[in-house]
């Protein structure tokens, strides 16, 4: 349900990962065309796996409805991957609704783009 994703991941997914739909609009009129796409699906035809969204979304600030994609994801059988994008986990709760929380290193520890970090 991301606005403005990264161009190449998603044409990364589109052509040699399971695939990749885009919601473009980030807000609460893209769950009603989930839902449709979620009931829409036939026996033996593939699933939604994830459904990668921000929260609030980058650069217009819209937030789509986690309480409503928590109950598809329930329902359909998919993991939701939150990006807290400009928020971090000081100012917006999005563990509730989430299965995987990511962020940005660089924005929590510094804003600079000056961090590292890995595993």
């Not at 796996?49 to 986690?66: H, I, K, Q, T, V």
């Not at 100012?91 to 609704?97: A, D, G, M, P, R």
């Amino acid at each position: 349900m991301n606005r403005f994703p990264y161009i190449d991941t998603l044409k990364i997914l589109q052509k040699w990962g399971p695939g990749g739909i885009l919601f473009g609009q980030g807000g609460a009129d893209d769950i009603q065309p989930l839902a449709d796409l979620l009931e829409s699906r036939q026996e033996g035809e593939p699933r939604i796996l994830a459904l990668f969204c921000e929260f609030p979304g980058n650069p217009l600030l819209r937030s789509p409805d986690l309480a409503e994609i928590r109950k598809l994801a329930d329902k359909h059988g998919f993991i939701v991957v939150v990006d807290e994008t400009i928020g971090n986990f000081i100012n917006v709760e999005v563990l509730t609704y989430a299965d995987i929380v990511v962020s940005s290193l660089t924005k929590i520890f510094s804003g600079e783009s000056n961090v590292m970090g890995g595993r």
